[in-house]
């Protein structure tokens, strides 16, 4: 791990050489692929052919590839055969996206990012004894595709089944109980597996892992985390805002040498790692086979596709992520905004996705799936609205909702039947969705809030919005403008 910190170091005071040696090595791979073929791969030479002959796509614009890919195809959009697809939340078409997992991207990302979010918490606190015990890890499920020659799920649940055996030695649950997909039954199992280990260092979504703890407890018969696992001193963390939750961990373990560190590790590949304590945000791994382009988000908000290089970033400007990978996405828009904390070296905070979205709870809610359902809902109850927007809601400790305020233009005759007929839409639209609202455990009902008395119309009338152009925000990971519309009520 010590000679990892000097690579690290490396490509940080070389950035931009090591992001050139990644592209040329990407694009040596894709002349191999029918991606390739179809986009004159043999013709690239440099950046600017490379912007030339491949156009920025989304997942909608690759999704026949990927389909291709996920029928056992070989060679399409990377050498070879691909064995893992990782499920995400959906897209406009589909209720899941699924993002394919090169043995490349798997073990030269996914793989060596954690190695690496380890080393540079041993760099930084030389004196743990997090090797000492064992890491307790949160997962999802996996399943077989239709074709049985490949593997589909979230995944953290294909990281784990994917572990090298070595690493099973120094984990729990075991691996049988890790990819279980009835989570009230997997929670328990884990709990009764963990509660006498020696926990030293934990991973996984907040939101479960919460669940997980107060469980401990509960057997256990402990008042703390602390007490249950005294020498408990990390949790690795991402995919969604700490904050929220952050008061909980430490009420649940109040100890003095706890340490919290996010990773950025998306589907589509591991991006950034805290290697500060505290954070000055995550840095950019830039040898993990993943080349990176910015779009400025006051370009793209206006169409404008003209991305910027590494080399040219600004500090505190929000961009747009354009990812080519060693798992084969070839100028991926992957819909994330971050902004640059620092520029030597070259670090990163997640400050918004380029779709509206709501992803409190790790459920990536987005605008397409509200409008459609909502549609949908109003289709079955002979019912319309004038507007609607969706804020987060904390119902207890652990859990929450979301509060729907909708202004009917002709109300249902039970809004009761109308909110249940909307979730059920909702979760046929988004998996995440759906997992986190199994048996209420995350996410609970949602509830409506009625608007009747021009709330929206003040709300766009204070903010300087009123306009053809200018319209209620239909998402929000915050409650500023749902406070705002109950005190108006």
Not at 26 to 45: A, D, P, V
Not at 285 to 294: A, H, K, P, Q
Not at 306 to 329: A, F, Q, R, W
Not at 468 to 483: C, H, M, T, W, Y
Request: glycine share 6%; net charge negative; with cysteine.
């Amino acid at each position: 791990m010590k000679k990892r910190i000097r690579k690290i170091n490396k490509f940080k005071d070389s950035p931009i050489e090591t992001q050139n040696k990644v592209l040329n090595y990407l694009i040596s791979k894709g002349k191999e692929t029918i991606f390739g073929n179809e986009h004159n791969f043999n013709q690239i030479s440099d950046y600017d052919s490379f912007k030339k002959e491949i156009p920025i796509r989304t997942y909608e614009e690759i999704a026949h590839y990927v389909d291709r890919v996920r029928n056992g195809e070989e060679n399409i959009l990377w050498p070879g055969k691909i064995k893992w697809f990782a499920k995400s939340s959906g897209t406009t078409n589909n209720k899941s996206k699924y993002i394919p997992i090169s043995k490349e991207s798997l073990n030269d990302g996914h793989f060596k990012g954690g190695k690496d979010m380890l080393s540079l918490y041993g760099n930084n606190f030389p004196n743990s004894s997090i090797y000492n015990g064992k890491g307790l890890m949160l997962g999802g499920s996996i399943t077989e595709t239709q074709s049985g020659k490949a593997k589909e799920g979230d995944l953290s649940a294909i990281l784990l089944d994917e572990f090298p055996f070595w690493v099973n030695y120094h984990r729990i649950p075991d691996i049988e109980t890790a990819l279980m997909s009835e989570w009230e039954e997997k929670l328990e199992r884990i709990a009764q597996q963990a509660v006498n280990e020696n926990i030293t260092n934990l991973t996984g979504v907040p939101s479960w892992m919460l669940i997980l703890l107060k469980e401990i407890i509960k057997i256990s018969g402990k008042k703390s985390i602390s007490e249950v696992w005294p020498n408990l001193e990390l949790y690795m963390h991402g995919g969604v805002n700490f904050e929220p939750y952050r008061s909980q961990f430490e009420e649940l373990i109040p100890s003095k040498k706890m340490s919290y560190l996010e990773a950025y590790n998306a589907s589509e590949g591991l991006m950034g790692l805290q290697d500060k304590s505290p954070s000055e945000g995550m840095l950019l791994m830039l040898d993990y086979g993943i080349f990176y382009e910015f779009i400025p988000m006051e370009k793209f908000s206006i169409g404008i596709m003209e991305p910027t290089k590494l080399n040219d970033v600004e500090i505190n400007k929000k961009y747009t992520i354009v990812i080519s990978t060693n798992g084969g996405l070839w100028r991926y828009l992957i819909g994330d905004i971050i902004e640059f904390t620092t520029l030597h070296p070259f670090r990163i905070k997640i400050s918004g996705r380029t779709k509206n979205c709501i992803n409190t709870f790790g459920e990536e809610l987005m605008v397409h799936n509200t409008d459609t359902a909502i549609l949908n809902a109003c289709n079955q109850h002979n019912c319309s609205i004038r507007d609607y927007t969706v804020a987060p809601i904390y119902i207890s400790e652990n859990s929450g909702g979301h509060q729907w305020y909708i202004e009917f233009e002709k109300t249902p005759k039970n809004t009761d039947k109308f909110m249940q007929d909307l979730d059920e839409n909702l979760q046929n639209l988004n998996s995440d969705y759906q997992a986190k609202r199994t048996k209420n455990l995350i996410l609970k009902l949602p509830e409506l809030v009625e608007i009747k008395n021009n709330e929206f119309y003040k709300w766009l009338s204070e903010n300087n919005r009123l306009g053809g152009q200018f319209k209620v925000p239909r998402l929000s990971e915050n409650r500023d403008i749902a406070d705002y519309l109950l005190e108006l009520q």
